[in-house]
DNA sequence: ATGAAAGCGCTAACAA
DNA sequence: TTGTTAGCGCTTTCAT
């Protein structure tokens, strides 16, 4: 019924001139107070709001931002975006979402697409397929057209922008530390997301605490999937080769799974096998047992990225002064590693 | 560096018109296919985009459509948030973002603020806040724009729109009498969604379905909490009233939550104890035992909102048209009530 | 203090 | 077949 009404319908009922109207609206030193008083008067009456359209097309600025997601059934990419949105909206600043279901072809098309003037910079994930393919032109050529892009979780070294990261290996270092001190001799190391450089980070890290401990890497204690089906049999197959004490997950569901499967033959977390997960999401908690894990700060992660390439698009930041933030992760403490006795 | 090129400039690098490369680019049947052919090449040469924000501006279209969701954590809205983004992505729509984290004043602003040629409908849920305020004005003032809106799970009468829901009574009903057939005497029901209206149609259907078969309402064995941290508690208190051996949970990590209990008082479910919850998210999946539940089909809504939103946007339907699509829910059996002898 | 006019990038009705 | 012009809603010189 109402339809929003222009600075051009106000100019004519008030007899005055658009950029009369238009400066009053913007509390311009050149008008009147009277004449102020009055447009804003009418405008507030017909509840006059701007066209945003209008005003991007002016001045170049969207106040929105793209935000690129691989997955946002992933709670962990949900708590990225959460801290993303505080940040944004904060800030004022809108956000266009495109989930790429881990799509090479969907990342390229929307990033294109949405790099004419849509938005005013990028908060993206790299997908899966993209890193298995190592094609990372579209990145670049947005960089190229001066878009401010920042890379959060998966990032790569041939594309040169801000980055929002954990240090993968460090945490996975210290987890499995964490399960030698607590007394295990043989660990396991189980990772569905072999197809990301994280997990292979993840992998790294684990192999190099064994290392670093004089424990020798057994190459039959790895499992490393790109994909969660076969993940059962595996477990199970690697559990008749030699019963382990101690499991390192680089995901969450992997550990719920090799809880289950560990039950099934009768055997207890953590009294018989410890568990360390790695994202801490609603899983862990409420699994039984709760899961001992490393929490990445998926919010943090977001809001940092968020407030960075705000300042960019700003220009409080120069646009090639780029940087790597490192996010620091936590172990968190429950009763998967809760065993009576802790040998040293 | 390669910075967007324009129309403008394309007319003026091959001396013609505006408007020729315009109508050129467009395929027009006015325009010459020599020219034609001129003007592409040098548009793709130079990667030409149209600039999507004058676009909108002039034919009043965004492509755009703007997304309400209450909370991005919670499993169920990411899965109806997939189905959008699917549907949408496409119809060549793009999606806007806002979460409202549950609260009536943030839901107003960003309507109101969006509502002004930036997106072209919406798809929303109402905040827990809104619902308990009972303010439901701005919406009606978005429907008064002829802006299309398509109200997804929790929707209210006092809106005149499209909606797309469960049947959350029937679906609580079946699950009560699912149990009740499956042999539980004293069944007790546990919510901690009561602050919203699909929590207390559950309720409705959880009593309906005992009084159908003749069992008395014991309001000591219903447990109605609008969040969850005095669940342990209450949980114990009521099986210290009575052993029950039967729950229905109306969200996923009561139910995640009723089992701990259950384990910490030596009582096994499903043994001791059957358990029903609803949404299927990943908790039900992985907890232990896997809970039996009742199925959302989130994606589904999502589709299903998405796809009317856009006919209503495309005048594929008439904007008074309103509809109240009903998605149907199923239970999902799992262990959580697979007791060895079945009852009844 | 107010207004006319140009322009953001593009389309479309109308001329030529 | 091509070009001129006006206009989408708004801002911003530059007159007046």
Redesign the pocket.
């Given at each position: 019924m109402s339809k929003r009404i222009?600075?051009?319908q106000i100019a004519a009922a008030l007899h005055?001139?658009?950029?009369?109207v238009?400066?009053a609206?913007?509390d311009s030193?050149?008008?009147?107070s009277?004449?102020k008083r009055k447009i804003k008067e009418y405008a507030k009456k017909h509840k006059y709001k701007?066209?945003t359209l209008?005003?991007s097309?002016?001045?170049k600025k969207t106040k929105t931002i793209g935000i690129i997601i691989p997955d946002i059934l992933n709670h962990f990419f949900a708590r990225v975006f959460s801290g993303i949105e505080k940040v944004a909206t904060q800030k004022g600043y809108n956000m266009i979402t495109c989930i790429t279901n881990e799509s090479y072809h969907k990342e390229v098309t929307t990033m294109e697409m949405l790099d004419n003037g849509s938005i005013d910079g990028f908060i993206a994930c790299i997908s899966e397929e993209t890193l298995n393919l190592e094609k990372f032109e579209h990145f670049n050529r947005i960089i190229d057209n001066k878009t401010p892009l920042v890379l959060y979780d998966r990032v790569h070294k041939s594309i040169d922008c801000d980055k929002v990261v954990i240090d993968n290996i460090k945490s996975a270092y210290k987890a499995t530390r964490y399960l030698m001190r607590y007394g295990c001799k043989n660990i396991a190391f189980i990772s569905s997301i072999e197809g990301l450089n994280v997990g292979k980070f993840r992998a790294e890290g684990y192999k190099k605490a064994l290392t670093k401990y004089g424990v020798k890497v057994d190459e039959k204690l790895t499992i490393r999937l790109t994909k969660k089906e076969e993940l059962t049999n595996k477990i199970n197959e690697m559990l008749d080769y030699k019963l382990v004490d101690g499991i390192f997950t680089v995901d969450e569901s992997s550990a719920a799974i090799a809880i289950q499967v560990l039950n099934s033959r009768g055997l207890s977390v953590p009294d018989d096998v410890a568990i360390i997960g790695f994202t801490n999401g609603i899983l862990s908690k409420h699994i039984t047992p709760p899961l001992t894990t490393v929490n990445q700060f998926g919010t943090k992660i977001g809001e940092i990225a968020a407030s960075r390439l705000i300042d960019k698009i700003e220009g409080k930041i120069d646009f090639d002064d780029n940087k790597t933030e490192i996010i620091r992760t936590e172990l968190i403490e429950r009763s998967s590693t809760k065993k009576a006795f802790i040998k040293f």
């Open positions: 222009t600075i051009k005055v001139s658009i950029s009369t238009s400066k609206l913007n030193y050149e008008i009147s009277e004449t701007p066209n209008a005003l097309l002016q001045n």
